[in-house]
C-alpha cells in the first residue's frame, strides 16, 4: 500500500498541482456528455398487470438520435437513481422513444418511481441509445422472452419479418394477464408465435425450447436469470452452429471476490470493496455520479484509467493494449490489495 501512496503523491504533483496539470489532465476523467438528452413524458400507459410504458419525446418536437432493435436507454429518475430499460417501439419513428417498466415490489424502488412519480408532461434525463445486444443477420432466429424481457425482442421480431428471414418466437410469463405487449405480438406475420404462461403450460424448459432452433439459427434470450442460465448451458451442446445473444440489465453476481482498496486520485479518498461488491458500487458511495451502463463488462461506458496497482480482468472489452492502463470498474478488480484510479 504505500508503494499505492507514492504514486497517488506523484500523480498529485504532475497531474492535479503541477504547472501542467490543466493540459496534461483534463477535467472530466470519464466522459460524462455527448450522449445526454432532456426529454419529456409524453405518454404512460398500462400494458399489463405491473407493466407500464413510457412514450418519450423532445420538448421541442426535434428529431430523436437513431436506434436499432436491441438498444436501451439509461434513464435518470427525479431521485437520482439511474436504470437502464430497453426500447421497444419502432425504429422507424425518430419522434420518439418507448420503454416498458416492470413494477418490482421488493427490488431497489426505481421500477416503483416510475409507476409511482413519472406522469404525462414530467421532464427526464436520458443518456444513449446504446446497444449491447445488436440484432445480426442470420438465416434464421429463434427468439426467447421471459416477462418484461419482451422489451428488446418485440423490434427484433419486426426486423426479422422485415429481412424475410425464417423466425419462431415463444414468449413466457406467469400468467397472460402479466404479460405486455400481447396484442402488438399478434399483428407480427411471417413467423411462429408461442405463448406459454407458466399458469397455462407449466414452467417452460427451456432446453427442450432451444431444441427446436434451425441450425444455424440466431437465439436471442432475454428474462429472468434462470432462463439465460439455461440457455447459456445448452445452446451450443444442442445448436453448435448458431449463435447465442443473451441480455440482463441487473449486475452480475462477484464470484471468488476478495476485499480491497481503491485510492481516488482527485478526491484523495480511499473506499473499501468488499468481498461480494463490485468497485463500481464502492466507489459510487463516494461518487454517486460517476458513469456506468451495462454492469456486466461489455460496454466500456465505466473504463477509468488506473494509476497504479495490477488488475484483475473480468470483462469482455478491453483490448489487450489497454489492460495495463484502464479497468472496467463494473466487473473487474484489484490484484493485489489496492489501486489507485483517476477518479
Not at 6 to 17: G, I, P, R
Not at 39 to 50: F, M, N, Q, Y
Not at 161 to 184: C, I, K, N, T
Amino acid at each position: 500500500m504505500r508503494a499505492l501512496v507514492a504514486a497517488l503523491d506523484a500523480y498529485k504533483q504532475v497531474f492535479v498541482s503541477g504547472r501542467s496539470a490543466h493540459v496534461l489532465s483534463r477535467p472530466n476523467p470519464v466522459r460524462r456528455s455527448g450522449f445526454e438528452l432532456d426529454l419529456v413524458v409524453d405518454e404512460v400507459r398500462a400494458e399489463a398487470e405491473d407493466v407500464v410504458s413510457l412514450t418519450l419525446v423532445a420538448g421541442n418536437g426535434a428529431r430523436l438520435p437513431a436506434w436499432t432493435p436491441g438498444s436501451h436507454l439509461d434513464v435518470f429518475l427525479p431521485s437520482g437513481r439511474q436504470r437502464q430499460y430497453s426500447l421497444c417501439g419502432d425504429p422507424a419513428d425518430r419522434l420518439r422513444y418507448r420503454i416498458a417498466v416492470r413494477r418490482i415490489h421488493d427490488g431497489g424502488g426505481g421500477s416503483r418511481e416510475v409507476h409511482e412519480v413519472l406522469r404525462a408532461g414530467h421532464p427526464l434525463r436520458i443518456r444513449g441509445p446504446r446497444n449491447a445486444f445488436t440484432f445480426v443477420e442470420a438465416p434464421a432466429y429463434l427468439f426467447v422472452a421471459g416477462g418484461i424481457g419482451i422489451t428488446p425482442i418485440l423490434p427484433m421480431v419486426q426486423a426479422a419479418h422485415d429481412a424475410g428471414a425464417r423466425w419462431r418466437m415463444v414468449y413466457l410469463g406467469r400468467s397472460r394477464a402479466s404479460m405486455p405487449f400481447l396484442d402488438e405480438l399478434s399483428a407480427c406475420t411471417g413467423g411462429e408465435i408461442d405463448i406459454r404462461p407458466d399458469d397455462e403450460f407449466g414452467v417452460a424448459d427451456v432446453e427442450e425450447l432451444i431444441r427446436r432452433a434451425e441450425p444455424g439459427a440466431a437465439v436471442y434470450v432475454c428474462g429472468p436469470p434462470p432462463v439465460l442460465t439455461a440457455a447459456q448451458r445448452t445452446t451450443f451442446v444442442l445448436n453448435p452452429t448458431g449463435s447465442l445473444h443473451t441480455e440482463r440489465f441487473s449486475a452480475l453476481p462477484v464470484v471468488d471476490g476478495r476485499e480491497f482498496d481503491i485510492r481516488l486520485a482527485r478526491t484523495g479518498t480511499t473506499v473499501r470493496v468488499g468481498a461480494e461488491e463490485t468497485a463500481l458500487a464502492a466507489i459510487r458511495r463516494e461518487l454517486p455520479g460517476v458513469v456506468y451502463s451495462c454492469q456486466q463488462g461489455f460496454c466500456g461506458t465505466c473504463k477509468v484509467a488506473v494509476l497504479a496497482g495490477g488488475v484483475e480482468h473480468r470483462d469482455r472489452t478491453l483490448p489487450d493494449s489497454e489492460r495495463a492502463t484502464s479497468m472496467l470498474t463494473c466487473v473487474s478488480r484489484a490484484a493485489g490489495d489496492g489501486l489507485v484510479l483517476d477518479l
